[in-house]
T-cell receptor
Framework: NAGVMQNPRHLVRRRGQEARLRCSPM?????VYWYRQLPEEGLKFMVY????????ESGMPKERFSAEFPKEGPSILRIQQVVRGDSAAYFC????????????FGPGTRLTVT | QKEVEQNSGPLSVPEGAIASLNCTYS??????FFWYRQYSGKSPELIMS????GDKEDGRFTAQLNKASQYVSLLIRDSQPSDSATYLC???????????FGKGTLLTVNP
């Protein structure tokens, strides 16, 4: 599968638990972006990462949210102490990063906080 | 605040007709524009990108960009029921990576 991979596809967490969302970019892509889609709202940029670097996290909530893209392994979006308002679809996208700006999306993780 | 606005829809067209989807943007620094298709419960799928003024055609799809009017459109010719989806317009500004999305237009193609 050469596309962007995300797991899990569905995640249920109780309030106060931690959620970890994983994303493996498309083969040959080194740039990863996370977006969030709240019910009845548009997609919103959260964070842009390259290997071992956070380039722009201006869309991330200041508290409880963090992201990383280690040298080895997938990118991880981590949400600590989840609240009901965190329930959303979280999409990862990737791009080659060599001047190309087209971003390709993974299937998403649907997070439900109970 | 940099905004991308789409005609709210929903838009309903008969099979075989032309569907016209429109988008305006507020950031004059935006350089590149994209149309994504999103089926219900699925992820956005890139269907068109456009970087310069004018028209760009790909099969049944034509994207149009007018930077002076800050206007982007997508025409779908010979619409099919399988085109029924939400269409998202997105722009990229000077940062060249941060996509700003409109809220989408729901298109229904009736057989």
């Amino acid at each position: 599968n050469a596309g962007v991979m995300q797991n899990p596809r569905h995640l249920v967490r109780r309030r106060g638990q931690e959620a970890r969302l994983r994303c493996s970019p498309m083969k040959g892509h080194s740039h990863v972006y996370w977006y969030r889609q709240l019910p009845e709202e548009g997609l919103k940029f959260m964070v842009y990462l390259q290997k071992e670097n956070i380039i722009d996290e201006s869309g991330m909530p200041k508290e409880r949210f963090s992201a990383e893209f280690p040298k080895e392994g997938p990118s991880i979006l981590r949400i600590q102490q989840v609240v009901r308002g965190d329930s959303a679809a979280y999409f990862c996208a990737s791009s080659p990063g060599t001047g190309a700006v087209e971003q390709y999306f993974g299937p998403g993780t649907r997070l439900t906080v109970t | 605040q940099k905004e991308v606005e789409q005609n709210s829809g929903p838009l309903s067209v008969p099979e075989g007709a032309i569907a016209s989807l429109n988008c305006t943007y507020s950031d004059r620094g935006s350089q590149s524009f994209f149309w994504y298709r999103q089926y219900s419960g699925k992820s956005p799928e890139l269907i068109m990108s456009i970087y310069s003024n004018g028209d760009k055609e790909d099969g049944r799809f034509t994207a149009q960009l007018n930077k002076a009017s800050q206007y982007v459109s997508l025409l779908i010719r010979d619409s099919q029921p399988s085109d029924s989806a939400t269409y998202l317009c997105a722009g990229v500004g000077g940062s060249n990576y941060k996509l700003t999305f409109g809220k989408g237009t729901l298109l229904t193609v009736n057989p």
